[in-house]
């Protein structure tokens, strides 16, 4: 069946540098990428989306790329701070429903 | 703008219970409802999805159920809880040929 499979499963960096989270799927139908933060304790946000026919997308210091043809996308995060210590999600879609990654949990250390 | 609402916020409900989860939209019509549960440190399982009164799809055999009495209402029940039925418990929304999925508040269940 169709999968997610999302690296790493930690994610250590210091306040200020970069940090990437990778996911890559298995379903050729899918053509909605998103991406969930979930602080602990709490639901999960979409904090942003790409769509199949867009290579990349950037929203200040968070941006997420597409490669369709090795099923393939990226959440970036520059400048991090400590607030964006959480897990991260990524999906697919080609339908009604989500297909999740098991998520990345970040830390980012001061 | 358009909310979502799920209650109770947390549940201790003992082995064999019934159960009765509820949420609700509120500011758009005919939306896309889901169930997830996410078990402890874990990621996010879907359970059920409906596009419509009535229509239910389920994705994960188990004993639970789901049902939708109305355009923005869905509810997840159980006859009898197992220990394995504990987990954080998620609604959440899209618009008709909308992608994008929101999330309740979720309920917190604990089956002890």
Redesign the interface.
Known sequence: GENVEQHPSTLSVQEGDSAVIKCTYSDSASN?F?WYKQELG?????II?I?SNVGEKKDQRIAVTLNKTAKHFSLHITETQPEDSAVY?CAT?GT???I????TRLKVLA | SQTIHQWPATLVQPVGSPLSLECTVEGTSNP?LYWYRQAAG???Q?LF?S?GIGQISS?VPQNLSASRPQDRQFILSSKKLLLSDSGFY?CAW?GQGA????????TRLTVT
């Open positions: 909605y998103p709490k639901r999960p946000q979409l989306d769509r999600f879609s009604y429903k989500y999740f990654g098991t998520g | 896309n874990r990621g996010l879907l999805y596009v994705e998620l899209s992608y994008e999925q929101y999330f309740g508040p979720g």
